[in-house]
C-alpha cells in the first residue's frame, strides 16, 4: 500500500511536466522534419526489396477536390542567391516642382506594395533622383523571371466597364462612368459552372450605386469588362445588380487572376513609368563567403555548447539540448513565415544563438544559491521565478530595439532599408522562440531531470 502510494504521488508529481516534455519532443521532430534540407537520398535494402527516392520535407495533400501544396524552402536575398534587379524611370515633366517628390515616392509606395503582393519577402525598393532623371530602383531577391516581374510592378492595370450597343462582333461600345476608382477589393475566385478562375469585384458605396443603375438599364444587353483597353468579358446582364458586387471570367489561369488581383488591389500608378534596365544578378558574396559565414557560426555555437558544459555540468548538457532545439525551432519557422535570409539576417540568428543561453546562465546561476537553502525542487522553482524579472526586462529592450530597425509601420522618420530589416525580423524572432525554449524547455526538462541528492 504504501508503495502504490508513492508511486500514485510520484506519478501525479510527474505528468504536468512529462506531457509538456512530450509535447516539446513532438514539436522538435516537426521542426527538425520541415529543417531538413530540400532533397535527402533515401536508400533502403529490405531483402528482394530496394527503396531509392529524394524525400522532400513538404506538404502534397489531395483531399477531394482540395489540393494542398506547400514547399518549405529557404528562401536567401539577393546578396546569397541573387535575384532580379530593375530601374523604372518615372515621366514627371507635366507635373509642377513641388508635386514631383511626392509623385515619386507615391510611385514608390504602389511599387512596393504590388512587390509584396507578389510574394517577395525583404525587397529592396527605393528612390533615385540624378541628373533631372527620376527613377525607382527595384531588387527582388530569388526572382530570376524578370518579364514577369516587370509586367506586374509596371502595369497600370486600367478596369473600365461599357455598354455594348448593336451585336457583336460589330457592337459599338459606349463607356460608363463606372472604373478602377471606384473599386473595393478584388479577389481570386472561380466561376461556380465552369469551375475556372475568374476575378471578384467588391466596388465602394459610390461604386456600387453606380453599378446598380447600370445593370438596370442593360437587362438583357451584354456589359463589357475592359482592362487596359481590351475587352477581357462581356456578360449578359440577367438582372438589377445591387450590393457592388462583380465578377471578371474570362480564359484565365491561376497565375494570370492572381496576377490581376494584384495589379487591381495595388491601384494604379500615379504618373507613368518605364523600365529602362533589367537584369538578372547573382549573388554578391559569392559561395566561399558563404561557406565561410556558415563555418563561423558552427564554430562559435561548438564554443557556446563547451562552455556551457565546462561551467555548469549537466545542468549544461541540459542548457544545450535547449540550444540545439532553439536552432531546430528557428530554422523551421525561418521556413514556415519565409523569412528571406540575407548575410545581416544570418547574423542576427547567430547574435540571438549566444543570446538563448543568457537565461540559462541568469537561472543557473541563481539556482547555485538557492539550492544552499532549501530543497533541489524548490530551488529549482525559485531560480526561474526570481530569474524572470531579470530575463524579461533584456529581452523586452532587445525586442523594442528590433522593432525600431525592423519599421513595420514604415514612418517616414526611420530609415529602414531591406537588409537592416531583415537583421531585425531574424533578431526579434529569435529572442522569441529563445524565451521560448530557455524558460519552457528547459525548465520542464529540469524538472524530469534533476533529483534531490540523497
Known amino acids: 500500500m504504501i508503495k502504490r502510494s508513492w508511486f500514485h504521488s510520484l506519478m501525479l508529481r510527474m505528468s504536468s511536466p512529462a506531457k509538456k516534455v512530450i509535447f516539446i519532443f513532438l514539436l522538435t521532430l516537426a521542426a527538425a522534419i520541415i529543417s531538413m534540407p530540400k532533397q535527402i537520398p533515401l536508400n533502403l535494402q529490405l531483402g528482394k526489396y530496394k527503396i531509392e527516392k529524394l524525400v522532400r520535407p513538404d506538404i502534397n495533400l489531395q483531399i477531394g477536390k482540395l489540393t494542398i501544396k506547400r514547399n518549405f524552402d529557404l528562401k536567401l536575398g539577393l546578396d546569397l542567391a541573387g535575384g532580379s534587379h530593375l530601374v523604372f524611370e518615372t515621366d514627371t515633366s507635366k507635373l509642377p516642382a513641388d508635386k514631383k517628390k511626392d509623385a515619386l515616392n507615391s510611385v514608390r509606395n504602389v511599387i512596393e506594395k504590388r512587390v509584396n503582393l507578389f510574394g517577395v519577402s525583404e525587397p529592396i525598393v527605393q528612390t533615385s533622383s540624378f541628373g533631372g532623371k527620376d527613377r525607382i530602383i527595384v531588387e527582388l531577391p530569388g526572382i530570376k523571371d524578370t518579364k514577369s516581374a516587370t509586367d506586374l510592378i509596371g502595369r497600370v492595370a486600367e478596369l473600365n466597364f461599357a455598354e455594348l450597343k448593336e451585336a457583336l462582333p460589330s457592337a459599338i461600345v459606349v463607356p460608363t462612368d463606372l472604373s478602377g476608382a471606384d473599386l473595393q477589393t478584388a479577389r481570386v475566385s472561380f466561376d461556380n459552372k465552369t469551375g475556372k478562375p475568374s476575378v471578384s469585384l467588391q466596388f465602394t458605396k459610390e461604386g456600387g450605386d453606380k453599378f446598380a443603375k447600370i445593370t438596370e438599364k442593360n437587362i438583357g444587353q451584354p456589359l463589357a469588362i475592359i482592362l487596359d483597353g481590351q475587352p477581357v468579358s462581356a456578360p449578359i446582364v440577367q438582372e438589377k445588380i445591387t450590393g457592388g458586387q462583380a465578377q471578371i471570367t474570362g480564359n484565365f489561369t491561376v497565375e494570370e487572376a492572381q496576377n490581376l488581383v494584384i495589379q487591381l488591389n495595388a491601384g494604379a500608378l500615379p504618373v ?183
Open 272 to 454: 507613368p513609368v518605364k523600365l529602362v534596365e533589367e537584369r538578372t544578378v547573382g549573388a554578391t558574396l559569392g559561395g566561399e563567403s558563404i561557406a565561410r559565414s556558415i563555418i563561423a557560426g558552427a564554430v562559435g555555437l561548438i564554443m557556446v555548447l563547451s562552455f556551457m558544459v565546462l561551467a555548469y555540468g549537466k545542468l549544461g548538457l541540459i542548457a544545450d539540448l535547449g540550444l540545439i532545439i532553439f536552432s531546430l525551432l528557428t530554422l523551421a519557422l525561418y521556413k514556415i513565415i519565409p523569412v528571406t535570409l540575407t548575410l545581416p539576417g544570418i547574423a542576427g540568428f547567430f547574435l540571438t544563438v549566444g543570446m538563448a543561453v543568457d537565461s540559462n546562465i541568469l537561472i543557473f546561476e541563481r539556482f547555485k544559491e538557492e539550492r544552499r537553502r532549501r530543497p533541489i525542487p524548490d530551488a529549482l522553482e525559485v531560480s526561474f521565478g526570481r530569474a524572470w524579472d531579470s530575463i524579461r526586462d533584456a529581452n523586452i529592450a532587445t525586442i523594442i530595439t528590433g522593432l525600431i530597425l525592423w519599421n513595420p509601420l514604415d514612418f517616414s522618420f526611420l530609415n529602414s532599408s531591406g537588409p537592416v530589416r531583415g537583421f531585425a525580423i531574424t533578431l526579434i524572432l529569435g529572442i522569441l522562440i529563445s524565451l521560448f525554449t530557455g524558460v519552457v524547455v528547459s525548465r520542464n526538462l529540469l524538472r524530469l531531470l534533476v533529483k534531490e541528492k540523497k
